[in-house]
């Protein structure tokens, strides 16, 4: 592999400076993966951003100052539903960090607890793991579409056999005749 597909584009949903030097110097220790960081500090920014590249994980703070806890994910879940992402805030609950993953985050860090080791894997995993849900959400989709055009041959199927039975019937009508 050449250098650029070891590159990691990650989008840094945060409004504490020095939370995001923090994430920037973890990143920075990375082995085999390089990462390119655009920083932003609230939801808006990230939104516009999201419009305008392509990134292959978000950090999210859940507290910004445009959007406050499990809105914040919904609206970027929202915005961008292949994307992972990556919740990392300074709520150290469990019920918050099991919620935000049943709206879509793969997965919920606290800071204070996070060393480069973790969110390096936290976000290695994370991309594989939304690669393989989007995977596994388009072959469902295309079974779900082949099982209505079966579902719609099987009636059609059923519309020709009684139509052919109609038929029948009137050529025995005819015959006696």
Partial sequence: MDNQSHIIKVLVVEDNPGDVRLIQEMLKEGDYFRF???CVERLDEAIKQL???VFD????DLGLPDSQKLDTLKNVNYKAPHLPIVVITGL????????????GAQDYLTKG???SNLLIH???YSIERKRM???IKEKLDTIEKMNKLMVGRELRMEELRK????????IRELEKA
């Fill in 36 to 38: 390119k960081l655009t």
């Fill in 122 to 124: 936290s976000i290695r």
């Fill in 163 to 170: 139509e052919n039975e109609r038929l029948r019937e009137r």
């Fill in 92 to 103: 150290a609950n469990e019920m918050l960090g099991i919620e935000a993953v049943r709206e």
């Fill in 113 to 115: 607890q996070i060393d």
């Fill in 133 to 135: 849900e989007n995977e």
């Fill in 51 to 53: 419009d305008g590249e």
């Fill in 57 to 60: 994980v978000l950090l999210l």
